[in-house]
């Protein structure tokens, strides 16, 4: 029995440097080397200053910004609480939610069907993109917020299109953090 026991803790220990520490280093070791940017959550830094990541959504209220999608997680875009609502499409404040802000979005753009990732969460709720359509239909809005002709704001989307990862995976997509960094360049050439 005794051995056994020994033989167990020394097993508990050695998988643990192992795994839990050797393997960890060597991974981040090798992430740090081969692919910084991503391994640091490629954040955006402007002028010294971390503005945002790629890959996390930020919430962008002011009709001179394109928005993203709305944010389920923690107090919105909260990456240590990502995750969706889970509530279910007969769920009376999702209803609502949705009504809302698609009353909101049909007040900007009256007779315009309003893109549905406008309107509804992503499943991480920290989503970064938005569909092209989904930009596009905010082109009016924010070019006239920011006193800009529609075509300068149009081309600016267009610019900004992503296309299927591989040409087959995924949907295209615009990130909206980078757009509103186009955006606010756009407005600074003015």
């Given at each position: 029995m005794r051995t056994s026991l020994v033989i167990a803790i020394r097993?508990?220990?050695?998988?643990?440097?192992?795994?839990?520490?050797?393997?960890?280093?060597?991974?981040?070791g090798i992430a740090q080397l081969t692919m910084r940017d991503k391994a640091n959550g490629q954040l955006i830094v402007r002028n010294g200053q971390v503005i945002g990541s790629a890959i996390i959504g930020q919430n962008f209220t002011s009709d001179l910004y394109f928005h993203g999608r709305p944010s389920a997680a923690g107090n919105g875009y909260d990456a240590a609480n990502s995750g969706g609502s889970n509530l279910a499409q007969s769920n009376s404040a999702l209803v609502d939610r949705i009504n809302g802000a698609v009353a909101a979005y049909q007040k900007q753009n009256p007779g315009k069907p309003v893109p549905i990732d406008l309107v509804t969460t992503s499943a991480s709720g920290i989503d970064p993109d938005v569909s092209p359509a989904a930009a596009l239909y905010q082109v009016t809005t924010v070019a006239a917020a920011r006193h800009l002709p529609e075509e300068a704001v149009r081309k600016l989307v267009e610019q900004r299109i992503q296309g299927r990862q591989f040409g087959v995976l995924g949907e295209p997509r615009v990130n909206v953090l980078k757009l509103n960094l186009d955006l606010d360049g756009l407005s600074a050439q003015k």
């Open positions: 097993y508990t220990i050695v998988t643990t440097i192992l795994l839990g520490l050797v393997y960890p280093l060597v991974i981040t």
